[in-house]
């Protein structure tokens, strides 16, 4: 359904947009045993099952609880084994988490009473800002896309038997004759230029408010960085060489025993990475991906570079200089399509660089949306004039320098959960998020 940024939804587009969503949930996770579902298959993430609860917990309170009883009730709102901040992941594995079927009944019945009460006038005084413009519905399909890439996250570290995963048909395009090679670098000239957004459809708090933001020129990685290149910083000794590395990068280098990124294997013939079920040696053209901000910043500084800011990200992505204009998306304000973009889940790996022209910022910048999350060298805080709405645990108590700004979405994010204003973040060391990187220079 191709909706817009800020379009009304009807109850006949909220069933089907929050059909759409449940049948991608559960294409995900058919391949999977029971047993699957409830193994912790790696300490920094959910058993799968728990995930599934938390989804159909999320929408039982906020197309239930909120727009039909209270829609003023404390924080995030979310109660027992699925309440995130009380239960971290760590220890959702000793939680008596449902069965199966027991999940499936749940998520059924919470569905089944929101389907029926979409064409109830909201009467709950209060739920009006929730409602407007379709925000609440928009709130909860984005938690559960991104809780898609989060199950994805894990089937990538599972144990055991690898993930049969169920990938599209087909093939990502190659490299568009005209595409820059990589690593070529666009100018990206100075302004004052509009960061984030006023929308209030579809934006989190952390997005907004727009403002402006004064950038001096600077140069920007085309592309993000390849496999190719980044197999060059590994032969010139870029995992040894402490001079390339912060004080806590080189320190958790060495903690985590880093000489690569994850999912590589190095083989008598070459390089292998392991995407689910699937060991194939490594592509040159496509991005990086699975490694650190540590990492990337090791990288920019032996290309002689650095990692762009979020607010030169941004910019490069969604400002056209020419016409002093923001953009949803870099190639426009259309929505997301596989012609623009390569996300959506199901190709399982980065598309080669250079293949998307449709996708083409106004600057020239290559495949922002899509492909590889792309970190920043900015930390995690809130724009001036920032508004807590609706709830502070989504954004505000992450806010502080512990956490690092990543941008653009990948392979395995859903359409309706990046845009050019989306902010993700994580920890440094983060290495499961299905992360590269470009780098910058300053002009």
């Known amino acids: 359904m191709d909706l817009h ?30 047993e699957d579902l409830r193994l912790p298959h790696s300490p920094l993430m959910s058993p799968i099952v728990w995930d599934l609860g938390h989804i159909a917990h999320f929408e039982e309170v906020w197309l239930l609880e909120r727009l039909e009883s209270d829609p003023e009730l404390d924080g995030e709102g979310l109660r027992g084994m699925y309440d995130p901040f009380r239960n971290p992941r760590s220890v959702r594995s000793d939680l008596p988490l449902p069965s199966l079927p027991e999940c499936q009944e749940y998520l059924g019945g919470v569905r089944r009473a929101v389907l ?58 190659g490299p568009d004759p005209d595409a820059p090679e990589p ?22 708090d952390n997005e907004r408010p727009r403002h402006e933001v004064e950038l001096s020129p600077f140069w920007l990685d085309a592309h993000p960085v390849t496999n190719a290149e980044y197999l060059e910083f590994m032969a010139d000794g870029g995992y040894r060489r402490r001079e390339l590395w912060s004080g806590a990068g080189w320190a958790s280098r060495g903690e985590m025993e880093l000489e690569h990124p994850a999912y590589w294997t190095e083989t008598g013939t070459g390089w292998e990475v392991r995407r689910m079920d699937r060991t194939t040696p490594v592509s ?74 449709l996708g083409v910022s106004p600057v020239g910048a290559w495949g922002m949306i899509g492909d590889v999350w792309e970190w920043t060298s900015s930390t995690f805080h809130g724009y001036p004039g920032y ?38 973040w994580d920890y440094p060391v983060r290495r499961q998020i299905f992360s590269g990187f470009r780098c910058a220079r300053d002009a």
């Not at 030169?312 to 399509?337: I, L, M, N, S, V």
């Not at 609706?390 to 108590?397: G, L, R």
Request: net charge negative; charged share 25%; aromatic share 12%.
């Open 5 to 34: 940024i800020g379009d009304a939804l009807s109850p006949g587009q909220v069933a089907d947009l929050l059909t759409e969503a449940r049948s991608r949930t559960l294409l995900l996770v058919a391949p999977l045993s029971e």
């Open 116 to 173: 029926e009460g979409l064409d109830r006038p909201a009467s709950v005084p209060g739920s009006e800002r929730l409602l407007a413009e379709g925000f609440v519905y928009r709130l909860v399909l984005q938690h559960e896309y991104q809780h898609n890439e989060t199950i994805l996250q894990t089937l990538q570290l599972k144990g055991g038997e690898p993930y049969p995963a169920p990938r599209a048909v087909g093939e990502p395009p």
């Open 183 to 204: 690593g070529t670098m666009i100018r990206v000239p100075g302004d004052r230029v509009i960061h984030g957004t006023d929308d209030r459809s579809t934006a989190y």
């Open 284 to 357: 040159l053209d496509e991005p990086v991906c699975h490694v650190g901000y540590w990492e990337a910043e090791a990288y920019a500084r032996w290309a002689e570079k650095r990692l762009p800011t979020e607010f030169e990200w941004e910019a490069a992505a969604t400002w056209d200089f020419d016409e002093g204009a923001k953009q949803r998306y870099p190639w426009g304000d259309e929505a997301p399509t596989p012609r623009r973009a390569n996300l959506d889940a199901l190709l399982f790996h980065p598309a080669p660089v250079g293949g998307y022209p």
């Open 387 to 424: 508004e807590t709405f609706p709830y502070p645990e989504y954004s505000e108590v992450f806010f502080g320098d512990e956490y690092y700004v990543l941008r653009g979405g990948s392979w395995a994010t859903r359409p309706g959960a990046i845009r050019g204003t989306f902010r993700n």
